[in-house]
């Protein structure tokens, strides 16, 4: 049975879990005008919070980290796709996670926010969930309840290492700011 998260709580990953997969999914709200393009990124980060170099920056022009361990989702350009589920979906294979890396932060933005007006406020039904990829079964999901009316980007929740151990933290953190402002953050 998955676990249901809060904000800010943390949950150690299951020893022996090597393959999984990050959904995230959302439902812009109807007659809001411009369709919304929110697209889904990580950012895998060392000890100083930093990306060790541009390829650990996974996002929709760059779907392969350069140890082979993430793969980055398509880009759902209207959130269609999905019919119900993920919206996009992120693959982590944990064992092969360079040594350097010690976190891995899933941040979704909506594509030109600010020229079309938008924000998290306009949508609904935004989460972030664990899957077991070796039985495509839900370990863990967090559902943002938050209105986020002004923020038109949120970190959904991260992955980090403690020791030899991998936990998951729902974050729910929303900005005000665009994609730019997260290759900023983290490089």
């Known amino acids: 049975m998955a676990i249901s998260l809060t904000k800010g709580e943390r949950v150690s990953l299951s020893k022996g879990l090597s393959k999984i997969k990050i959904g995230l999914g959302w439902d812009p709200n109807e007659g809001t005008g411009a369709e919304f393009d929110l697209d889904a990124s990580a950012f895998m980060v060392g000890d100083n919070g930093k990306i060790p170099q541009d390829g650990y920056f996974i996002f929709y022009n760059n779907k392969f980290s350069p140890d082979g361990a993430v793969e980055g989702a398509d880009d759902d350009r209207t959130g269609g796709a999905s019919d119900g589920g993920d919206d996009e979906e992120i693959a982590v294979e944990l ?93």
């Open 95 to 187: 064992p092969k996670v360079n040594q350097d890396i010690q976190e891995i932060i899933f941040v979704v933005t909506i594509h030109e926010a600010n020229t079309r007006n938008q924000n998290f406020g306009q949508v609904r039904n935004s989460y972030i969930r664990v899957v077991d990829q070796s039985n495509n079964e839900e370990i863990m999901k967090y559902e943002l309840d938050e209105d986020y009316s002004i923020e038109s980007s949120v970190e959904f929740g991260r992955l980090y290492r403690r020791g030899n151990e991998w936990k998951f933290e729902a974050m729910g953190k929303g900005y005000k700011e665009e994609l730019d402002y997260f290759l900023n953050k983290y490089n």
